[in-house]
């Protein structure tokens, strides 16, 4: 399926009434910091805290009413979880989440108040995989991928569309890279409604596997997890990465201080409360200043969960 | 001075342009916890971080241009100095600031950093006291107390103004108190701009010193000051006492696990940063549902400049 203009059009108008419109923040402080203008749009203050409340509704809204009669299902235990189960709550359909043993107890509990059905499996990823099948299978629930995806990674554009609506000469968009669905989202909206508006990815050097993939030409994997940046944890998909090689300039690697520097940034003088993946973004464009100088910066704040109990600070 | 409508008026005319039009935001979630219909008056997104920025802004353009060009002083080291200090310099005049040699070393550079010229003194009352009258011998500065000031309390009333004009059918704001100062001008707000808009306030326990004036019909003191809601620790005035006394409805106290409560649940859930004793007003709110009960309720978000190296979760 090659994604066109009204494809996105059509995704922002049928998940609207079930998301809301977040709003755009600046910061006379950090925008003398960075020496650009930046345009923070604030996916925290997203219904369940994130922008994956987007993709999911619109994942949903795709089927047909006897698919969406026996629900949908995914494995997760972060955001997207906590997604599908109030997207699905949302429109009134099951969501199975199929959830590690080893998983937060916070992040179980965020599921359950959403309406998630949840049902626990071993922490490997082939148990989950077993689970999430067999499950599937049971119920007729519709398997969906929380980055993978096409009808994701629409939804997940709408953030940088309204962005774009909101403040239409944007020379860049930043956003943090995981799973690849946020980045391809905006790269389309960013091609569809920008004004040569191009898309800069800021990622942790600790799992720098989409910086590594636009070098190589195809996906490549992380060995290692070691970031607080939890949310960009994940690699690339088959459906994503042609997107991201073709529309992405370029992505920037930052290091764990720096994420923690940016973060306590955000914290200390906008008084919002985003997570660390969302400060990978801002972190990559005070790392580059030169790339941004005097340039107008769009950035997707990816979300807002966060436990309090364990702060880098 | 008798404070009328026509000055909160020309109060608010004259600082427009040195302070942010904080927005007011809801939460459908902390709605149905607290069983009310809240409006949040977010002034932790006010310039420097705190509603104080209003009260310093109102007081020095107050003064003639040749009190002005001398200056302000105050003695202070919480959000007072700092919107003294910033809303000298973004008028133009110079604000002197005595801090006690045991201020914290972050208080003492948000200071620095807007500007303000500071002064260490040994950390007494009577030394503070002592350093400023000498100090404003000596270049001239005029004293602005941070609540007991008539200019200083129409400007904290703006906050609440503001908040009606964007909901002009309130029943109740709430307002955490600690000088007075902005509990005071809420109250004249709520009484100029309200149809039958009544005004409580939230106090720590451990310091309930207005609560007990209340009661006592004369101000009273705290002989200890052992809360978390370090804005709060302070008495009430003079000035501001009768407008306390004669237009606020009643004073709720909290518990320090309460206000701390009602922070992480306003961190978590609006994503927002706001300071302890911003919480004290959500947490009275939360302590006697019967008063709010199915009410519309606005709430001044007073300031969010917390320290993120010693959070109490």
């Not at 345009?39 to 047909?64: P, S």
């Amino acid at each position: 399926m090659k994604i066109t203009k009204s494809h996105l059009d059509e995704c922002h108008e049928r998940i609207k009434k079930h998301i809301h419109l977040t709003p755009v923040l600046t910061s006379r402080l950090i925008d003398n910091i960075a020496g650009a203008n930046l345009f923070f749009k604030c996916e925290n203050f997203q219904r369940m805290g994130a922008f994956k409340m987007r993709g999911a509704v619109n994942a949903i809204l795709q089927l047909d009413e006897e698919s969406r009669k026996k629900g949908v299902i995914t494995h997760s235990s972060g955001n997207f979880a906590q997604a599908l189960s109030l997207a699905a709550k949302s429109i009134g359909a099951p969501a199975y989440i199929v959830m590690p043993s080893n998983a937060p107890r916070v992040k179980i509990n965020a599921v359950k108040e959403y309406g998630g059905n949840i049902s626990i499996c071993p922490a490997t990823l082939k148990d989950r995989e077993k689970t999430t099948d067999a499950l599937a299978k049971e119920t007729g629930a519709t398997f969906i991928h929380p980055s993978n995806d096409n009808n994701v990674i629409l939804g997940q554009g709408t953030a940088a569309k309204e962005l774009l609506e909101n403040q239409p000469d944007l020379d860049i968009i930043v956003t943090p890279v995981g799973g690849g669905g946020l980045i391809a989202g905006t790269a389309l909206a960013a091609k569809f409604y920008g004004d040569l508006c191009t898309v800069i990815g800021g990622e942790p050097k600790e799992v720098d596997d989409a910086y590594r993939s636009l070098i190589s030409g195809k996906i490549e994997t992380n060995s290692s997890t070691n970031t607080i940046a939890d949310g960009l944890r994940t690699n690339l998909g088959d459906i994503n990465f042609p997107i991201i090689l073709n529309e992405v300039e370029k992505i920037i690697r930052v290091e764990e201080k720096e994420i923690i520097d940016a973060l306590r940034l955000i914290w200390e003088r906008m008084k919002i409360i985003v997570e660390p993946s969302s400060a990978v973004a801002l972190a990559a464009i005070i790392k580059e200043p030169e790339t941004f100088k005097s340039k107008k910066v769009g950035i997707i704040i990816s979300g807002g969960n966060v436990d309090l109990s364990a702060l880098p600070f």
